[in-house]
């Protein structure tokens, strides 16, 4: 499904974030080059999905950083907080924030379609299955023709999903 696919690209490119800035950091830390050469060398492009399956790769990160990857909460409250553009580090941003989407995608995911999207929970968090789907009978959108012409606004207000 084209749903399933595309949601599998922003999934990469997230982590395609997440990995720049493991890479920023490995600059500054060479150990973890030298230590970890598959997932932040200068050739490697660690993948969401190979040969149509997960690799695992969220998992890897979470093991070998610690599942917090250096982001505290002091740093992240100093960059959001100054007027400085110069304290902003734009990979160390967008790292965070597509580490908590990468994390958080389902709960994210729910709270931005809410029931007009189906996720079929048989399938693990990351897959390459067609894990989701439109739902347009779990929302209150109209799913028959209307038999009048009128309209009433008051009414109608509901069919908001």
Known sequence: MQLNREIRIQQQKALDKVIAY???RAEAEPILLERYPEILGPEAYPVMYKDGEY???VE???RIFGGKLKFNEAELRKIYSSRDLR???KTYLEGYHNWVLLNNFEDIFRGTFGKSMAIKEEYSKF???NKYSMDAKASNMNTT???SDEIWLDKEVNNVV
């Open 55 to 57: 690799t695992g790769i």
């Open 60 to 62: 890897e990160i979470q």
């Open 22 to 24: 493991l890479k920023e």
């Open 145 to 147: 023709w209307r038999t």
């Open 127 to 129: 897959t390459a299955q």
């Open 87 to 89: 304290l902003l580090n």
